[in-house]
């Protein structure tokens, strides 16, 4: 376990990695990048488990469980602990409620998934300043955790990232890919889609700034987007539904292989 960087609040933001041959490429798991979907953040550490158990991947695995640390400990436990000037500044984000268990942002009040590279400057959300949710930030890239993410991810040979939410059991894959990219990349969601019995759905114009968008558009590697977790739940959604969520993603290291024969079989008409 080592750190890719640390919060707006200088929590570390952990990622535990699994080698096995340094020249494979990487798979990049990530979760809680919204703060209330900390749910994402315990699936990531059951897929810790079952990585434990891995002995002969042709892939390394890289795995942040919590992109947002700041983020899911206000949704968790609201901003009490905190010294008076985060404290009012995050009431204020909040607009003066003091519930934060529908927070979404980090503690800057920024969307996360806002916040990165990728057709930044057509919004999608009416949040022009810090806000729970769905504020772009004053500038792309402008927090510390997206630049951590951007830069962790861009140090490594990924061939795929798999970005975990909640809720909707749903999967999204495009952002403006040329026509070989998006038929390669909807292979790999249909991949996923199979064996989670998800969804996949358009999201390209709904969506900008997200971490998927970046990983689709700047470095040109597929990157889903998987809704965790049936839509009949309300958030904070509840952690006994874990177990169940889990059955779902029971051949996930499979998956990751086929998803690595599709890259390589497109690859090789670069
Ligand atoms: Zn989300």
Redesign the pocket.
Known sequence: METIGKSVLEQDIFFVSKVFDEKFKWVLITAG??AR?HL?CDFACEILQKLKSQTNLKYNVAVIPLVNPDGADIAIHGVSKFNKSTTDNLLKINNNNSDFSLF?ANANGVDL?NNFDANWKNKFTKNFAPSSQGFYGFLPMSEPETQALANFTKSKDVFLTLNY??KGEEIYFDFFQNEKHYKRDQKIAKTFAKSTGYTIKSTQKTSSGGFKDWCVAKLGIPSL?I?LGNDKFSHPFPKSELKNIMTKHENIFDDIAKSLEIFEEYKKTD
């Open positions: 990048i919204h979907e994402s979404k998934n939410h909640l987007t809704e």
